[in-house]
């Protein structure tokens, strides 16, 4: 038997927003070079659980293990230092930028500076960036032409792209191929490939069982706040899709109900 190498854990996470408990001790494993789909209905947990990991929320309770070293996550910035970044369903794109500055917004390339007068190097950033979208394949003939002309599947291939730019070993994705067109879809679906193929650490937040199907490795189900299930994605797609939604409603659940007390 192979023995897993996680590259994050997550353990005993709690977090909650008033009277409401949107996390309930959740346990979580990322497998060093995997493709893991999160899934669940509307607040089951999902985005909330990965932006404790990316340090847009602090959680109430649990710890954060990467490469099994306990580490403090406080900030996004503290989770870009440990390579993990997230791309958000909306993308968090500047749509009056052009390609260049959004891929290194906050990481400019500073050809001169004097005091806060400072001259970008932006041949060098064009480059980088060109031969970011060739390597990853992705199809825009500028790298000037602004955001806002972009399509939709393009935007979302530079938001992934900005996300790998800068040695990210763990990439959270917040529904990927939302919104997007059958071709937008294949394409967003052979990048996630790619960077697998490349050795990055990937994990899916998607309502398209489909796609986490087509990429994903292994899957996790929560259901209010708790993780319910915990799976290789295998089998026939009638199935796997079956079997998901069954975690999903209640029907099944691989692990006990949490009590939890009312004490810290």
């Given amino acids: 038997m192979v023995e897993r190498q996680p590259i994050v854990e ?23 070079n995997e493709v893991l ?19 847009a929320y602090l959680p109430d309770k649990g710890d954060i ?9 406080k900030t996004p910035q503290d989770s870009r230092n440990l390579g993990i970044e997230m791309v958000y369903q909306d993308y968090m794109l500047a749509d009056n930028l052009d390609v260049t500055s959004n891929v290194f917004l906050g990481h400019e390339a500073v050809r001169w500076k004097f005091g806060p007068i400072q001259i970008l190097n932006k041949t060098s950033m064009d480059r980088e960036t060109r031969a970011l979208l060739d ?16 399509s939709g599947g393009q935007r979302q291939t530079v938001a992934i792209g900005r996300a790998t730019a800068f040695e990210a070993r763990v990439i959270i994705m917040d529904e990927p191929t939302a919104a997007l067109s059958v071709a937008a879809i294949d394409k967003v679906l052979d990048l996630i490939k790619q960077l697998k193929e490349e050795g990055a650490s990937i994990i899916i937040i998607s309502h398209r069982l489909e796609d986490i199907y087509r990429v994903g490795d292994r899957v996790v189900i929560m259901r209010h706040g708790r993780m319910v299930g915990d799976r290789k994605v295998e089998g026939d797609i009638h199935s796997f899709r079956e079997e998901l939604v069954a975690y999903m409603v209640g029907a099944r659940d691989d692990f006990s109900r949490i009590e939890e007390s009312e004490e810290d």
Avoid: C, W, Y
Wanted: aromatic share 2%.
């Fill in 135 to 150: 390597r990853l394949k992705i199809d825009i003939s500028s790298v000037r032409l602004k955001v806002e002309n972009l």
């Fill in 10 to 32: 997550m353990r005993g996470i709690h977090k909650s927003f008033g009277a409401v408990r949107a996390l309930q001790g959740v346990d979580l494993l990322l497998d060093d």
């Fill in 65 to 73: 293990l990467v490469n099994n070293k306990v580490v403090d996550i």
């Fill in 37 to 55: 789909g999160l899934v669940g209905d509307n607040a089951a947990g999902k985005s909330t659980l990965m932006k404790v990991l990316s340090g």
